[in-house]
Structure formats: structure tokens, C-alpha cells
């Protein structure tokens, strides 16, 4: 279920689903698809974040792109 509900993953921080089983045991289908869209969003609030702190005017076409979800991410989503 994670797989199909997380973003595609990076083979350089791979998600550690085993670990997300076991934090998760009795979670509803709901708690888990909320869980991971709140994992989802991370990257984008880290990019949102950067370029608040830029304030600069960037092109659409130089903006950076929204970064992959990380194990951290997990975690901060775990504890919302």
C-alpha cells in the first residue's frame, strides 16, 4: 500500500517500509493514506521554505524542482 501511495523512490535514501509496517500497526486505510500524502508534501514544504527565504522573482522555467521524499520525511509525518 505504501508503494503505491508514496511518490516513486531515489535508490540514494530509499524509504524503509519495513520500519513504516511496524510504526503503523493499526492505522485504518484513511490513517495511511493521510500519512503518506503528509509525507508526500514534505519536499514541496522544503522547497516553499527556500524560496520564501529567496524572495527573489525566478522564471517559471528556473525554478527548482520539488525534491524526492526522503526517510525524514516519513518521520516528521509520523509525528504530525
Known amino acids: 500500500m505504501f508503494e503505491?501511495?508514496?511518490p516513486p523512490q531515489t535508490d540514494e535514501e530509499p524509504i524503509p517500509y519495513d520500519l513504516l509496517v511496524d510504526r503503523t500497526e493499526g492505522y485504518s486505510g484513511s490513517d495511511l493514506r493521510l500519512l503518506c500524502k503528509e509525507t508526500a508534501m514534505q519536499p514541496l514544504r522544503r522547497l516553499m521554505?527556500?524560496?520564501e527565504q529567496?524572495?527573489?522573482v525566478v522564471?517559471?522555467?528556473e525554478?527548482?524542482?520539488v525534491g524526492p521524499v526522503?526517510?525524514?520525511d516519513v518521520e516528521t509525518?509520523?509525528?504530525n
Open 4 to 6: 503505491e501511495l508514496l
Open 59 to 61: 522564471p517559471e522555467e
Open 70 to 72: 526522503r526517510p525524514e
Open 49 to 51: 521554505l527556500q524560496l
Open 77 to 79: 509525518a509520523l509525528r
Open 54 to 56: 529567496e524572495q527573489d
Open 63 to 65: 525554478l527548482p524542482k
